[in-house]
């Protein structure tokens, strides 16, 4: 009956030290997610920035253009 015991105490173990790994794996992924979003916001507000800054083109919308004369 130990020898069960101590079986079960060892494969319980390796359970806990397999769960531990992956829980650090997540980690890092998520880590590593939280980065690529952090970047990504930036560059969206760098884009939305420019794009505020950018001068409206005297091109008139095609709701605004006048029809030509054949219509």
């Given at each position: 009956?130990?020898?069960?015991l101590?079986?079960?105490?060892?494969?319980?173990q390796?359970?806990?030290?397999?769960?531990?790994?992956?829980?650090?794996?997540?980690?890092?992924?998520?880590?590593?997610?939280?980065?690529?979003?952090?970047?990504?916001?930036?560059?969206?507000?760098?884009?939305?920035?420019?794009?505020?800054?950018?001068?409206?083109?005297?091109?008139?919308?095609?709701?605004e253009?006048?029809?030509?004369?054949?219509?």
């Open positions: 009956m130990s020898h069960s101590e079986e079960e105490i060892h494969q319980l390796m359970k806990v030290a397999f769960q531990e790994d992956t829980i650090e794996q997540l980690n890092e992924a998520l880590s590593s997610q939280q980065k690529q979003l952090d970047a990504l916001t930036f560059q969206m507000r760098h884009v939305v920035d420019k794009l505020k800054q950018v001068q409206p083109s005297n091109i008139a919308r095609p709701d253009e006048t029809p030509p004369p054949h219509y």
